[in-house]
């Protein structure tokens, strides 16, 4: 493991920030710190950076405890939040600082920031100011800064958070190219699930500052681990009692049930079902255009699920229709897990 | 029609506020005018009644000349001390989260609450005759009161908050973002300080020390009670002023006041010169 937190804990007054916060990231992997807000994410960040020190536990940098060895000489580049440029600083001094701290000559610094201001297409405006630049040039700045001095660990808390909708887009995948290229282990925080699982090779969950779960966006998505996980991946909504649902007459009392849109499918009464026995009655009570698709919610049995529609399926409020709902996530205090329809499976069965 | 009537209407709230805003700004005009204008020329033309020549003489009498010479020296030392302090209070305050904090910046409005007069007071109550530390300053032969010594530590005492006042805000404002971005590139204390701190407080700090140099020269009461009065040795401009006036020596009190109303009007360009800069830079 390249980074490696051991036992982490870590405390505001009485308020627990990281609660024996443990995990380790391999090398030249780009990690998602992914949670909701509050959940101690930066705070994570901050003590990996030597910005905050823990109360008790490990930190490793390649093989190295850090926790003593002060921020600056961690050799870690960090992108925060709100990009904390030095405004009075032109956009060449803001990325040479860190090489004329470390005493570089001037060619080799000029080399150096010449080179990241052609990486990150901001050729000609090496003089401006921080304030004259828009946010999404501010950001690559920040970014360019933080690898000027080729940090062996980037940090970034947020790197798109303050960037609107379609130029965050863009960013995101100019990002992952970036770090791919120049091949440095880097983690940054979200709290936005479809940024972390576009980015990221591997996700890190946190929740009330202690880690829930650490993998692949794809198996953090079909295998959550804890009811939280389950809950938070995903646009879940949660089922209180699931019993009544054909095929899932199995789940025990106490047991909640999450359900995702593309759990869901919907037909219309006079088409064909492959899967009779399985299929319940339902009535469509909203319909909301989402752009590429349609946002449907349906009443079965009193308990309304949502699902989408592809723009030519065109359904009507109050229209009954057939809905499938081809697994649920079970889960109670502490476990959660996958249950496929066993009404579907067994259909199946017969006819194989 | 209406819409003439309209506009009559408007044209008479217009000329409303017209009248209004003449009136308020003649107030203002006449109001400076009786109240530092007139004043300060009757400085001018009384120092120069009996001549030219009884000015210079006011002007280079050695008792004047040495007066002066102390004022610059308590001024000058005064706010080097304080733009010293100033600085580490501000940062101090701003930049570090410890307990007892809000008391101490209580503390160092103090100067701007209590009289000078009682300043010069605790002054001489501390380090004087009956001052519990007079002692211990007498064994190692150290004097302060009615002493240079003493006339600098009022001068510091009254002046003390404006530097550390003009700077906290500003440095508050400015978070702790982009000194922590440069500490973990490696920088050290001094360097985040000159590169990156102080080019962001550079036109408070020049403004606070600017105000801070037009107080201490002016100081007055704390410098009184500490100085003793002793012509040619503890006497500021200020005091001089004071005894060649109370000697019915109006010609050559009001020529040393000149000098003082002249530094003041430096100092007023100095001022409104830097907050032309500082506005220049800020839209930058
Ligand atoms: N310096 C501090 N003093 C006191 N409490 C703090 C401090 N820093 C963080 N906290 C608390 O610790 C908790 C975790 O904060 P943290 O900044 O790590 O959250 P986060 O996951 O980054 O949230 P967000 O997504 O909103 O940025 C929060 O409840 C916060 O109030
Ligand atoms: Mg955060």
Known sequence: MYVELKNIDKSFGSFQASNDVNFGIEQGKLIGLLGPSGSGKTTILRMIAGLETPDSGDIYINGVR????????????????????????????????????????????????????????????????????????????????????????????????????????????????????????????????????????????????????????LEIYKHPETPFVAQFIGQSTILEDCTR??????????????????????????????????VEEGTIEAIAYRGSYFEIKVRVKGILLTTTAVLEDVYEIGEKVGVLIYRLYIFDEDNAY??????????????? | MSQTNKAI?????????????VLLISLGVIFIFIMLVIPMIAVITY??????????????????????????????????????????????????????????????????????????????????????????????????VFAVPGIILATVFVTFPFISRELIPVLSAQGTDEEEAAALMGAGGFNIF?????PHIKWALLYGIVLCTARAMGEFGAVSVISGHLRGKTNT?????????????????????????????????????IEYKAKKAGEK
């Open chain 1, 66 to 217: 850090v926790n003593d060895i002060p921020a600056g000489k961690r050799g870690i580049g960090f992108v925060f939040q709100n990009y904390a440029l030095f405004r009075y600083m032109s956009v060449f001094d803001n990325i040479a600082y860190g090489l004329e701290v470390q005493k570089k000559s001037k060619e080799e610094i000029k080399d150096r920031v010449s080179e990241l201001i052609k990486l990150i297409g901001l050729e000609g405006m090496e003089k401006r100011k921080p304030n004259q630049l828009s946010g999404g040039q501010r950001q690559r700045v920040a970014f360019a800064r933080a690898l000027a001095p080729n940090p062996q660990l980037l940090l970034l808390d947020e790197p798109f958070a303050a960037i609107d909708a379609k130029v965050r887009q863009e960013l995101r995948s100019w990002l992952k190219d970036m770090i791919y290229k120049i091949g440095v282990t880097s983690i940054f925080v979200t709290h936005d699930q479809d940024e972390a699982i576009e980015v990221a090779d591997e996700i890190i969950i946190t929740n009330h500052g202690r880690v829930e779960q650490k993998g692949s966006p």
């Open chain 2, 194 to 198: 000159r590169k990156v701190t102080l």
């Open chain 2, 47 to 144: 120092a120069f009644q009996d001549g030219l020549k009884a000015y210079q003489e006011a002007i280079f009498d050695p008792y004047t000349i040495k007066a002066l010479q102390l004022t610059l020296l308590a001024t000058v030392t005064a706010v080097a001390i304080n733009t010293v302090f100033g600085l580490f209070a501000a940062w101090t305050i701003t930049k570090f989260k410890f307990r007892g904090k809000q008391l101490l910046t209580t503390l160092i409005d103090i100067p701007f609450a209590i009289s000078p007069v009682i300043a010069g007071l605790v002054l001489v109550l501390t380090f004087g005759k009956i001052g519990w530390a007079y002692d211990f300053l007498n064994a190692y032969d150290i004097k302060i």
């Open chain 2, 237 to 273: 401009l200020p005091l001089h002023v004071e005894i060649l006036y109370n000697d019915f020596q109006l010609t050559s009190a009001f020529a040393v006041a000149s000098i003082l109303v002249i530094l003041a009007v430096i100092i007023l360009i100095l001022r409104n010169l």
């Open chain 1, 338 to 352: 996958l249950l496929e329809n066993k009404a579907m499976v067994d259909i199946n069965s017969v006819f194989i």
């Open chain 1, 245 to 278: 649902l054909n095929g899932f007459a199995e789940v025990k009392p106490g047991e909640k049930a999450v359900i995702r849109p593309e759990f869901i499918n919907i037909t219309r009464k006079d088409e064909v079902q492959k899967y009779i026995s399985a």
């Open chain 2, 9 to 21: 209407q408007q044209k008479s709230t217009n000329s409303n506020a017209k009248g209004v805003k």
